[in-house]
């Protein structure tokens, strides 16, 4: 079984042909044709092995950052960090499920909102997740939740993610995994970043 997240833009979907376009627009119980189906393979296996994992989430890319979240956080000794742009806090994703995650994991689970447009209206109708309080600044939303305004860069990787490149009781065996999720060009700047910090070296999964 799998999930399947489509993201519908207020209004409908938009007036131009691709995915999201289609999908908003077939009615509950139609069956689509997929013509290509692809798996990624992990990196690090079994993911017990993962001790520290650094995610990296643009926008929709939480969707594929949820499944690897989910299954590393089941395994006892995981210590999991997420960075997670969004434009606006009524934009987020998942929120709901996020917050049962750090409820149920306060020691290994961290998640940083990084929001681009504090002040936008332009809002996303969650119905699983409802719609949250729009931050100024920067705060504590929750234990382990921290809510800054802008655009994940350099000093949000560093301050997010530098301590593991500087503990020293760390081996190369249970050295941190990565995974970024988000346009090429996003994903590469990310990992620029990581190897800036010496971490950019160990990806959490493989590819398709």
Request: charge should be positive.
């Amino acid at each position: 079984s799998f999930n399947l997240t489509v993201k519908i833009y207020p209004g409908g979907p938009p007036h131009t042909r691709g995915t999201s376009a289609f999908l908003g627009s077939v009615s509950v119980g139609s069956f689509v044709a997929i013509p290509q189906v692809r798996a990624a393979r992990w990196s690090v296996w079994p993911p017990s092995q993962a001790r520290r994992v650094g995610l990296i989430a643009f926008g929709v890319g939480i969707a594929e950052v949820l499944e690897p979240l989910q299954l590393l956080l089941a395994e006892p000794a995981a210590e999991v960090r997420l960075v997670y742009a969004s434009r606006s806090s009524h934009s987020v994703l998942y929120r709901a499920r996020l917050r049962r995650l750090l409820a149920a994991y306060p020691r290994r689970f961290a998640v940083r909102h990084c929001l681009s447009r504090a002040g936008s209206s332009h809002s996303h109708d969650d119905r699983e997740d409802g719609a949250g309080e729009e931050a100024q600044g920067s705060t504590e939303d929750g234990a382990g939740e921290r809510i800054t305004i802008g655009r994940i860069s350099a000093a949000v990787v560093r301050e997010e993610f530098g301590h593991w490149a500087r503990d020293s009781t760390i081996d190369e065996q249970h050295a941190p995994h990565f995974l970024v999720v988000g346009t090429s060009r996003m994903e590469h700047t990310a990992w620029e970043w990581l190897q800036a910090l010496g971490l950019g070296r160990r990806p959490l999964l493989m590819g398709a």
